[in-house]
C-alpha cells in the first residue's frame, strides 16, 4: 500500500479559507468512507480533527470541515487562526484492518 | 482522562530489537477499542505500524508485518511493540494510539511519543 497524497504545504490568510487535499485510490479513499484528519504542531502528538470524511470529534472547532469526492478526500479550515498553523495528515482505511496515512502538508497562517 | 504513555530505550542498536510498552490510565485495555503503534521518523510524515484489539487479535502494516510484533497485557493495562533487525531507517518517534472503527480507522487518543534512534 501506498502513502496518500497530500501537497507539502498550503497557507492563507487569518480570517480566510484553506482546502487540503489527500489523493488516494480506489483502494482506500474512494473504497471507504473511513477518513481521518489529524493536526499535529510541531514537538506534539497528533490530534484527531476530523473522523469517518466528516465528522468531527467534540471540542473541535466547526471551522474545521472533511469532505471527499472520489478518490480524493479534503480538509477545509475556515476562518484561519493563527493557532491553525501546523501539520495535517490524512489517513484511510485501505481494507483488511490496514491503514495509511497521508504524506502530511504544512498549513502556514500568513 | 483516557492517557496514553509509551517507554522504552531511546538507543537501539542496529540488528537488534526495538521494545516499547504504553501504559494505559484512565480506562481497562480489557473492555474494548483497538490499541495501535504509529511512528514518524524525524522531518517526514507518520507511518502506521498496525494495532491489536483488547483480546489479542493483531494486524501489521504489510511492509514491517515480517519484523514486528504487537502485544497485549491486560493485567498491567499495557500493550507493546517488538521491531526486529533494526536499521537506521528505523529511527523515529514512535506513537501509541487508542483505535476504533472499521479497520480501526479512528485514532482518537495519543501517547505523547518517544524517540527511539538506531545507532552503534
Known amino acids: 500500500q501506498s502513502a496518500l497524497t497530500q501537497p507539502p504545504s498550503a497557507s492563507g490568510s487569518p480570517g480566510q479559507s484553506v482546502t487540503i487535499s489527500c489523493t488516494g485510490t480506489s483502494s482506500d479513499v474512494g473504497g471507504y468512507n473511513f477518513v481521518s484528519w489529524y493536526q499535529q504542531h510541531p514537538g506534539k502528538a497528533p490530534k484527531l480533527m476530523i473522523y469517518?470524511?466528516?465528522k468531527r470529534p467534540s471540542g473541535v472547532p466547526d471551522r474545521f470541515s472533511g469532505s471527499k469526492s472520489g478518490n480524493t478526500a479534503s480538509l477545509t479550515v475556515s476562518g484561519l487562526q493563527a493557532e491553525d498553523e501546523a501539520d495535517y495528515y490524512c489517513?484511510?482505511?485501505?481494507?483488511?484492518?490496514?491503514?495509511?496515512f497521508g504524506g502530511g502538508t504544512k498549513l502556514t497562517v500568513l | 482522562q483516557v492517557q496514553l504513555q509509551e517507554s522504552g530505550p531511546g538507543l537501539v542498536k542496529p540488528s537488534e530489537t526495538l521494545s516499547l510498552t504504553c501504559a494505559v490510565s484512565?480506562?481497562?485495555?480489557?473492555?474494548?477499542?483497538?490499541w495501535g503503534w504509529i511512528r514518524q521518523p524525524p522531518g517526514k510524515g507518520l507511518e502506521w505500524i498496525g494495532i491489536i484489539s483488547h483480546n489479542g487479535n493483531a494486524y501489521y502494516s504489510p511492509s514491517l508485518k515480517s519484523r514486528v510484533t504487537i502485544s497485549v497485557h491486560t493485567s498491567k493495562n499495557q500493550f507493546s511493540l517488538k521491531l526486529s533487525s533494526v536499521t537506521a531507517a528505523d529511527t523515529a518517534v514512535y506513537y501509541c494510539?487508542?483505535?476504533?472503527?472499521?479497520?480501526?480507522?479512528?485514532?482518537?487518543?495519543w501517547g505523547q511519543g518517544t524517540m527511539v534512534t538506531v545507532s552503534s
Open positions: 494510539a487508542r483505535g476504533y472503527g472499521s479497520g480501526s480507522n479512528v485514532l482518537d487518543i
Open positions: 469517518e470524511v466528516n
Open positions: 484512565g480506562y481497562s485495555i480489557s473492555s474494548g477499542y483497538y
Open positions: 489517513s484511510s482505511y485501505a481494507g483488511s484492518n490496514n491503514l495509511v
